[in-house]
Each structure stands twice: as C-alpha cells, then as structure tokens.
C-alpha cells in the first residue's frame, strides 16, 4: 500500500520559512516523479513544484519560482519543499503527490497516482 505522509507544515509569519516533508513507503520511490500541490480556501488545487524521478529536473510554478525549492533524497524515501519568503496568498493545505516516471507530465495534477493527506501552511501579515 502506497503511503505519502507530508510534514512541516504549521502557522508562519510573512517572509519567514518552512520546509516541508513528503515521506513515502509502499511505492520504488526512485522511478517515481514527486510533485507538491496545494489548495487555498476557496481555491481549486494547484500545481506548485516537482522533481522528476532522477532528480535532473525540476519544474517551479511562476508564484513561487525563486522562493521555493524541491529536492528528493532518494536514499530516504523522501522530497522537500523549502519555502523561502512565505506571502499570505502561500495559506493553503500542502499536498504532495506521487507519478510513475513522469517527465512531460511533471506539472499534470491528474497525472499523480498517489497523494497525501496535506498539512496545512498558514502565514500571516
């Protein structure tokens, strides 16, 4: 059985910082493409940033480019989210989010197998 569990996630000041964690078991983590999402109040879900299976690749959505950074360690299990200058339009429930392989489809929320349960990250002004 397949288990994405995120962490990290908690009440944060505007320009301050997180990390979060997606810790995954049940699944060959390496030949899989990580994913974060998230989704606002009020908000469809929405692609935030990825790790292609290998690690070369990342892919960044255009409000968080520059201030967020992804990164997996494969020896572990797991991926990062480090989120750097946190706005009040961050506040959302972060999911993270698991495909086979993947490459063109790094950004395609219905391409995601597996997802986690989400922690929330809120930053306030």
């Known amino acids: 059985q397949v288990q994405l569990v995120e962490s990290g996630g908690g009440p944060v000041q505007a320009g301050g910082s997180l990390r979060l964690s997606c810790a995954a078991s049940?699944?060959?983590?390496?030949?899989?493409?990580m994913g974060w999402f998230r989704q606002g109040p009020g908000k469809e879900r929405e692609f935030v940033a990825a790790i292609i299976w290998s690690g070369g690749s990342t892919s960044y959505a255009d409000s968080v480019k520059a201030r967020f950074t992804c990164s997996r360690d494969n020896a572990k299990n797991t991926v990062y989210l480090q989120m750097n200058s946190l706005k009040p339009e961050d506040t959302a429930v972060y999911y993270c989010?698991?495909?086979?392989?993947?490459?063109?489809?790094?950004?395609?929320?219905?391409?995601?197998?597996?997802w986690g349960q989400g922690t929330q990250v809120t930053v306030s002004s």
């Open positions: 049940g699944l060959t983590f390496r030949s899989h493409t």
């Open positions: 989010a698991a495909q086979p392989w993947g490459s063109a489809t790094i950004r395609d929320i219905s391409a995601y197998a597996y």
